[in-house]
Nanobody, 124 residues
Framework: VQLQASGGGLVQAGGSLKLSCAASGRTFSRYVVGWFRQAPGKERVFVATIWRSGTTYYSDSVKGRFTISRDAAKNTVYLQMDSLKPEDTALYYC???????????????????WGQGTQVTVSS
């Protein structure tokens, strides 16, 4: 499956952005899809996941501000980001796991497929 992330940009603190992750090649709905982010000089870290059932999980740093969702008809997963903070500035990646395990969904190494990343910059 090929993933294409888009929707990043420059926004002021307190603003919103909506990222999209479009899949091609296979039916997306059978995979767990996650969003990760990587700030300059730091490791790539977990942001959110959505499972086939629609169940979602979030990192503590974004819980209550970000919402992950899926549109099966469009084979696309979204990340709605509200109340953005300067510390949310990073390159955001979407990823898909074809053989998900609950306890390891937070790990970068669990994911088989990755998009190219989209830059989110939040100014103070």
């Amino acid at each position: 499956v090929q993933l294409q992330a888009s929707g990043g940009g420059l926004v002021q603190a307190g603003g919103s952005l909506k990222l999209s992750c479009a899949a091609s090649g296979r039916t997306f709905s059978r995979y767990v899809v996650g969003w990760f982010r990587q700030a300059p000089g730091k490791e790539r870290v977990f942001v959110a996941t959505i499972w086939r059932s629609g169940t979602t999980y979030y990192s503590d740093s974004v819980k209550g501000r970000f919402t992950i969702s899926r549109d099966a008809a469009k084979n696309t997963v979204y990340l709605q980001m509200d109340s953005l903070k300067p510390e949310d500035t990073a390159l955001y990646y979407c990823a898909a796991d074809s053989n998900p395990i609950f306890s390891t969904q937070y790990r970068v190494s669990s994911y088989d497929y990755w998009g190219q990343g989209t830059q989110v910059t939040v100014s103070s």
